[in-house]
């Protein structure tokens, strides 16, 4: 069984910054891609952005200058710092992993979301 727990989540004005985390833990092999997604009200989930193990990089265009990932191999653990906040950034924001367990299979995993709220 694997967790993804995520944090970081708030109310923010527009403008605002805040950084989000998501620490796996549990029957956990090998991290192949981290990454985020979101969702706002009314719309499909979409990725905002995802990092793999060697640190190669895909960003949203929506977030590109303003968003970044990063993630800590040895704590198992990604981030998303967000700069620049506007209120179109508003939605649940969900961890995603792609890993392999124990078992050798390939998982994907999500994480049960953070509510970022930004305010014009």
């Known amino acids: 069984q694997v967790q993804l727990v995520e944090s970081g989540g708030g109310l923010v004005q527009a403008g605002g910054s805040l950084r989000l985390s998501c620490a796996a833990s549990?029957?956990?092999?090998?991290?192949?891609?981290m990454g985020w997604y979101r969702q706002a009200p009314g719309k499909q989930r979409e990725l905002v952005a995802v990092?793999?193990?060697?640190?190669?990089?895909n960003n949203a265009d929506s977030v590109k200058g303003r968003f970044t990932i990063s993630r800590d191999n040895a704590k198992k653990t990604v981030y998303l710092q967000m700069n620049s906040l506007k209120p179109e950034d508003t939605a649940v924001y969900y961890c995603?992993?792609?890993?392999?367990?124990?078992?050798?299979?390939?998982?994907?995993?999500w994480g049960k979301g953070t509510l970022v709220t930004v305010s014009s």
């Open positions: 549990g029957s956990i092999y090998i991290i192949n891609a």
């Open positions: 995603n992993a792609d890993l392999t367990d124990y078992e050798l299979r390939k998982v994907d995993y």
């Open positions: 990092i793999t193990r060697s640190g190669r990089i």
